[in-house]
């Protein structure tokens, strides 16, 4: 294959994914992810969006949901089919890596070849490392870390605390830490291949069930995200082709901080910013 040209993910029906404007969409974690594609409504987001949207329509391009959950997969399925786009689901755990590769297969079969990836699925515990158990911490590395070497990613949801981790969730951090290095390899890695590119988000807390119960010290300074708020910054960031976006912008100067300041300063700025005690109210998802 001439260099620089997408390398296709193997048999299936590979002429429908590349034909002129139809680009498949699939998204791990579907049940939040589908939150993704609720802003591409012609009323929804900026102009830009609006005006993809209608283009998209018009070329019928699919949205492929994995996740765990069958009951919250079919209402996203059903909430995006009613704004006229095509949209599949499959249960698949992507921390599997055989129950990827058959699910990859099934939707090859079914789609076609995949032309956008988001990884956003992912798994929280929120417990200290004394009290996790080893069956819960390989969940999450399976699941926030390898499920990214098997569906190999150009989106990838990731969370700041992949930068910056606090007490009370070491294998959530771990694991996105992990799984940024990943992507900043592979970023790096397709320089040589025109047409490919890869995006690597990290938002702050997000006003989801996943991180249900988390306080910070002062909410009306660090405001948790609103999920459509990371998801139209998300678009907009692959549409700009932006290779790293951190939510909100308040975050880099955090990552300026952290690579300047001795530890100790950066102990009491934890200390002062409550985040060393923001997990103890952590409930997660009931």
């Known amino acids: 294959m001439p260099r620089g040209q997408p390398r296709a993910c193997g048999p299936g029906r590979p002429g429908r994914a590349l034909e002129e404007g139809v680009t498949p969409c699939l998204v791990s974690g579907g049940v939040a992810g589908g939150a993704l594609w609720h802003l591409l409504g012609p009323e929804a987001g900026p102009p830009a969006l609006a005006s993809e ?3 998209a329509s018009r070329r019928e391009s699919p949205i492929v949901l994995w996740g765990r959950t069958e009951k919250c997969l079919k209402e996203t399925t059903e909430e995006i089919r ?3 786009t095509e949209c599949h689901y499959f249960i698949c755990d992507v921390g599997n890596r055989e129950e990827v590769y058959q699910t990859a297969k ?3 079969e079914k789609v076609g070849d995949i032309t956008i990836l988001v990884n956003n699925a992912a798994v929280v515990h929120g417990k200290s490392l004394m009290d996790s158990d080893d069956d819960a911490l390989l969940k999450s590395q399976h699941i926030n870390t390898l499920g990214q070497f098997w569906n190999g990613h150009i ?3 990731n969370s700041v605390l ?3 981790a606090i007490p009370g969730a070491i294998d959530y951090c771990t694991s996105k830490a992990s799984a940024f290095a990943f992507m900043e390899s592979l970023t790096l890695g397709l320089l040589d291949c025109p047409g490919v590119s890869a995006t690597t988000v990290l938002p702050f807390h997000t006003s989801t069930e996943m991180f249900q119960g ?3 010290r002062f909410p009306n300074l660090f405001p948790p995200l609103k999920p459509e708020t990371v998801a139209r910054r998300t678009v907009e960031a692959v549409q700009l082709n932006q290779a790293l976006l951190l939510l909100p912008w308040t975050m880099h100067v955090l990552i300026i901080l952290k690579s ?3 530890q100790a300063a950066l102990e009491e700025i934890h200390r002062f910013s409550g985040t060393y005690t923001c997990m103890n109210t952590f409930k997660g998802r009931t």
Do not use: D, H, N, T
């Open 53 to 55: 949207e209608k283009r």
């Open 82 to 84: 009613q704004m006229g």
């Open 106 to 108: 099934a939707v090859r």
């Open 155 to 157: 989106v990838c949801l």
């Open 162 to 164: 992949a930068l910056s």
């Open 214 to 216: 988390m306080r910070v």
């Open 260 to 262: 300047i300041l001795p």
